[in-house]
T-cell receptor, first 116, second 112 residues
Framework: NAGVTQTPKFQVLKTGQSMTLQCAQDMNHNSMYWYRQDPGMGLRLIYYSASEGTTDKGEVPNGYNVSRLNKREFSLRLESAAPSQTSVYFC??????WGWGTDTQYFGPGTRLTVL | DQQVKQNSPSLSVQEGRISILNCDYTNSMFDYFLWYKKYPAEGPTFLISISSIKDKNEDGRFTVFLNKSAKHLSLHIVPSQPGDSAVYFCAASGTNAGKSTFGDGTTLTVKP
């Protein structure tokens, strides 16, 4: 039982390049999330997926796209990377269904992204 | 408008003493509160939670207190250990509030 896995662990991009961050969970959770954490700041929600087939914008969605490929996988894409997207990206999952249940989230180890 | 606030960015305590981390919230729809712990270069991990029907929940050295009238919760760590040094995030969610909202975190340093 690996929990939440993320690939890659580290990535360096040049401005304008694109890349996809991968996330998978093996806990059969319904909801998945992408956050970014900048130095000295908390977790800011980029996008989330309440269930397979649905995605919604979070607090800071500009410059990102997501795909909920199936119940296990939720990817984050940067189409044209910018230095402002240098951050640590965390994927998380929870079993909550909207309208009931508590949202205890399980996080992956993070992807450290640098955009030059 | 930040709905979950951790007003102390950092806290330093001596080993063996009590650590008290505080969190305030504004949304009255929140009815479930969580604390997460984060070590450097790792993802946050769930530590302890409390439902709004309770005012206290204990798990070993960790106790969370909830004061609904003041919209305030606190995490007590007794006794504090050097291994508790980490960033602690407060989060709030609810049946009608949906997904969690996180605070900015408090960095706890426990000195030997």
């Amino acid at each position: 039982n690996a929990g939440v896995t993320q690939t890659p662990k580290f990535q360096v991009l040049k401005t304008g390049q694109s890349m996809t961050l991968q996330c998978a969970q093996d806990m059969n959770h319904n909801s998945m999330y992408w956050y970014r954490q900048d130095p000295g700041m908390g977790l800011r929600l980029i996008y989330y997926s309440a269930s397979e087939g649905t995605t919604d914008k979070g607090e800071v969605p500009n410059g990102y796209n997501v795909s909920r490929l199936n119940k296990r996988e939720f990817s984050l894409r940067l189409e044209s990377a910018a230095p402002s997207q240098t951050s640590v990206y965390f994927c998380a999952s929870s079993e909550v269904r909207w309208g009931w249940g508590t949202d205890t989230q399980y996080f992956g180890p993070g992807t450290r992204l640098t955009v030059l | 408008d930040q709905q979950v606030k951790q007003n102390s960015p950092s806290l330093s305590v001596q080993e063996g003493r009590i650590s008290i981390l505080n969190c305030d919230y504004t949304n009255s729809m929140f009815d479930y509160f969580l604390w997460y712990k984060k070590y450097p270069a790792e993802g946050p991990t769930f530590l302890i939670s409390i439902s709004s029907i309770k005012d206290k929940n204990e798990d070993g050295r960790f106790t969370v207190f909830l004061n609904k009238s003041a919209k305030h919760l606190s995490l007590h760590i007794v006794p504090s250990q050097p291994g508790d040094s980490a960033v602690y995030f407060c989060a709030a969610s609810g049946t009608n509030a949906g997904k969690s909202t996180f605070g900015d975190g408090t960095t706890l340093t426990v000195k030997p």
